[in-house]
């Protein structure tokens, strides 16, 4: 069971299983920092950015996490003043997202509790985006590689090594679309504008 969701008094309750949801617990703050040490690579380096307040990339990415993200979500441009300000819009809300899961993220036990709509939905993208950056990194996702629908359990071919990086690709995509479900929330397109 990848987790069980409930509404109880208005409030999307989720309880998961404890293994994977330490592997959640110590996940998070490092896609949080890798998306907060991108940013700390911003700067103002124009009258335009300094007017708006809004520091831009200024050396390429590097993260193959990061990137993934970038390419998955943001379309492709020639023009490298156009691609780092959806870069930075980009990340600016994969942090923002993140800052909300990790503020509703419960120090102790296995139970999760998201009390308004925006919670939900940060959540849902976050495990999403956690998945894309994930698979990628792992080489379980990506071009050339066959989807991820296989159930997991004991007759798994554990001994593959892709295997535990499948399995936490296909949890966190379940866990995604048991508390968008659970909700009764449509699925927003994500924006980051």
């Keep these: 069971m990848a987790v069980k969701c ?12 404890s293994t994977m949801f330490k592997w959640l617990r110590a996940s998070l703050p490092r896609y949080r920092e890798l998306i907060q040490g ?28 990061l ?15 156009l691609r780092g300000w959806l870069e930075a819009d980009l990340i600016n809300r994969l942090r923002e997202d993140a800052d909300v899961a990790l503020s509703t993220l419960p120090a102790t036990g296995e139970r999760l509790v998201l009390r308004d709509a925006e919670q939900v ?11 894309i950056a994930y698979g990628v990194e792992h080489g379980v996702l990506g071009p050339g590689r066959p989807p991820i629908d296989e159930h997991f359990d004991k007759t798994a071919d554990w001994s593959d090594p892709l295997t535990p990086a499948r399995f936490a690709v296909w949890w966190l995509q379940n866990v995604a679309d048991a508390l968008r479900k659970a909700s009764g929330q449509p699925l927003p397109e994500y924006s980051y504008y």
Excluded at 40 to 63: G, I, N
Excluded at 67 to 81: E, G, H, T
Excluded at 121 to 131: G, K, T
């Design 6 to 17: 409930s509404i109880v008094d208005d409030e999307l309750v989720a309880e998961f299983d």
């Design 38 to 65: 991108r940013l700390d690579e911003y700067r103002e380096y124009d009258w335009l950015c300094e007017r708006l307040s809004l520091p831009l990339p200024v050396t390429p990415l590097d993260s193959t996490m």
């Design 67 to 81: 990137r993934a993200l970038r390419d998955s979500w943001c379309d492709p441009v020639d023009d490298d003043a």
């Design 121 to 131: 939905e940060a959540w849902f993208w976050v495990l999403v985006n956690m998945r």
